[in-house]
């Protein structure tokens, strides 16, 4: 008599990681990850000398604050999101002491002495809105873009788009984006 052995049954368990691998890459492949929408700005440079604090002149200095109401003040008068723009385009053109050559200004003596000494201070409440916030920030972008697009076709006769990289550097010097943003503390 024939003895006969049975193997038990056996799964081929070889091809198990394969098919974990092909399923991990499907996934990562089809999966989408959303991107972080954030504001374009450029950090300023880290100071390198001792004193860190430049004194500016009251006129080279303009104010826009969002209080808590949702309401913009430039230098405490309430303004219209809409009259940012041609407000900060006029101070930051003024050229009060004629020293700027491509300023087209009304030499106003409460204004800017020149583009590359004005600096917007942007303050804000805990209260305001990120979407007000941005919109703020929005139009002084819009009135630096101007001037900037204005100084490219005197100078170069050129739009932002065809200027070479170091004539855009030069219309970025000419009206240079020097923003100051503060948050204001609640108050208790």
Known sequence: MKSFRRHSAS???????????????FFLVTTTISADKGILR????????????AD????NLLRISVNDNQQILIDDA????????????AFLDNNCLGTCDYCEG???????????KAVISLSHSPQTTYEYFIAVQDEITKAYYNLRVRYAKHKYN???????????KDVQSAFPFIVS??????SN
């Open 11 to 25: 799964v081929n368990a070889g091809s198990m990681a394969d098919i974990a691998f092909l399923l991990l890459i």
């Open 42 to 53: 450029q950090l300023p440079k880290i100071c390198e000398t001792a004193n860190c604090v």
């Open 56 to 59: 500016i002149a009251e006129r």
């Open 78 to 89: 309430v303004v219209k999101l809409s009259e940012i723009q041609t407000t900060v385009e």
């Open 106 to 116: 009304l030499k106003v003596a409460t204004s800017a002495d020149h583009p590359k």
């Open 158 to 168: 050129k739009a932002p788009e065809a200027l070479t990289k170091t004539e855009l």
């Open 181 to 186: 943003e503060i948050m204001v503390k609640p």
